[in-house]
């Protein structure tokens, strides 16, 4: 099977970078934000503690002290890519934290805020599949009409045992649900999906990628499980309860879940970014330029692209 003509690049997956100029003509770029929220899975609401991974900064944006405003957030990113590189479009990301935990109408104030800032085209907003109630969806799909809006859904795995294990305070049906919620507005799903889980192998990662093939998903991003100081999987990790993943068996697996997922689905991260002030391991991950480069090659070696294998017939759904 040949390549989709549509992604007009020479990669072996629909990376984002040729979505947007697929979609825009030009680079896009995302501007991180802070907009001060917290998280249902750490204030009680729907766990407390938070996901075993996370090290309760929500990323590594959060800064201490009073926090800018959404507009000038997006004024000191414009800047950096200005100067930077050649600039473009800008997408306004949404990040910290769960970013529609909060009133409809504080939603509505801080996204029309960075809607309003000239050259952002659009939103990407992080949150979880529990916290996107029909107001929040309907606020969106409202944008959506007009503006090209992301919502960005934290899963990691399908596997119900597995995101107990993780402590994500949400079940799969939850997720199946905020999609279908979703997609009935044209917001573009985007899901987190991470490989290396404790108590996964090789098959848990593929039946994930092939139950997000068969939902209306149009972006994912990947990476593997990072250890971090601070947080409880860095602990088992210190104490030697946990084995992470090597890059070998995460290119592999990358590679397997590439081909199965459908060619229109944008694959917008394939690495993390880990903190180095906590960063535990594995090791490899810090340089991301390698991982990538290791799994263009084994996608060359193996003379494949993404998509190859999708197969609607194949579908799993839980
Ligand atoms: S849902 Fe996100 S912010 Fe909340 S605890 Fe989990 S990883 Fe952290």
Known sequence: MARPAFWHNTKRYYDLKSYWHNAFGCNVYKLP?????????????AGTGGCIYCDGRGSRLRQDGALPAVTEQIRRGKAFYTEARKAGKYVAYFQTFTNTYGPVDHLREIYDEALGCEDVIGLSIGTRPDCVPDDVLDLLGGYAEQKHVWLEFGLQSIHEETL?????????????????????????????????????????????????????????????????????????????????????????????VLEILPSEVVIQRLTADGYREIFLGPAWAINKRAVLNAIDAEMKRRDSHQGNKFCKQNLSLV
């Open 164 to 256: 107990r294990l993780l402590n994500r305070g949400h079940n799969m049906g939850q997720f199946v649900d905020a999609c279908e919620r979703a997609a009935k507005r044209n917001l573009n799903i985007c899901v987190h999906v991470i490989i290396g889980l404790p108590g996964e192998d090789k098959e848990h990662c593929l039946e994930t990628a092939r139950t997000l093939a068969s939902l209306p998903i149009r972006g994912i991003k990947i990476h593997s499980l990072l250890a971090l100081q601070g947080t409880v999987l860095g602990e088992w990790f210190e104490k030697g309860e946990v084995d992470l993943i090597g890059r070998e068996e995460y290119v592999d697996i990358v590679c397997d």
């Open 33 to 45: 934000i802070d907009a001060g929220f917290t998280c249902p899975n750490r204030d009680g609401r």
